[in-house]
Nanobody
Framework: VQLVESGGGLVQPGGSLRLSCATS????????IGWFRQAPGKEREGVSC????????YYADSVKGRFTISRDNAKNTVYLQMNSLKPEDTAVYYC?????????????????????????WGQGTQVTVSS
């Protein structure tokens, strides 16, 4: 199973990018999707996740109000819209997928907040915010 991230690049501070996470190996509607990032010399950070819909999402405080996660089930793709980008958003961004019922069975919840044991991962896409 391979998740493929795309949409990264170089953008000026204050700019926007939309990252995509797609796969032909899974039906993403059945999976919780999480976005993580890792900057050089720093630990991996959970950025956002979506359980079923925009009503069941989580955002790290560092991106709240600037990033929006969404699904397009028809395209089997999850997006991370990133606005008002800052230099500190520079990192490699990864998406991960885990079966929704796994979280329900192990945590007894429909929340993905704080969950990091994703089953499948992509290779990452570089986001660089610089003038």
């Amino acid at each position: 199973v391979q998740l493929v991230e795309s949409g990264g690049g170089l953008v000026q501070p204050g700019g926007s990018l939309r990252l995509s996470c797609a796969t032909s190996d899974l039906t993403l509607d059945y999976y919780v999707i999480g976005w993580f990032r890792q900057a050089p010399g720093k630990e991996r950070e959970g950025v956002s996740c979506i359980f079923s819909s925009e009503d069941s999402t989580y955002y790290a405080d560092s991106v709240k109000g600037r990033f929006t996660i969404s699904r397009d089930n028809a395209k089997n793709t999850v997006y991370l819209q990133m606005n008002s980008l800052k230099p500190e958003d520079t990192a490699v961004y990864y998406c991960g997928a885990v079966w929704k019922n796994y979280i329900r069975a192990t945590l007894g919840t429909d929340s993905c907040q704080g969950f990091e044991e994703y089953t499948y991962w992509g290779q990452g896409t570089q986001v660089t915010v610089s003038s």
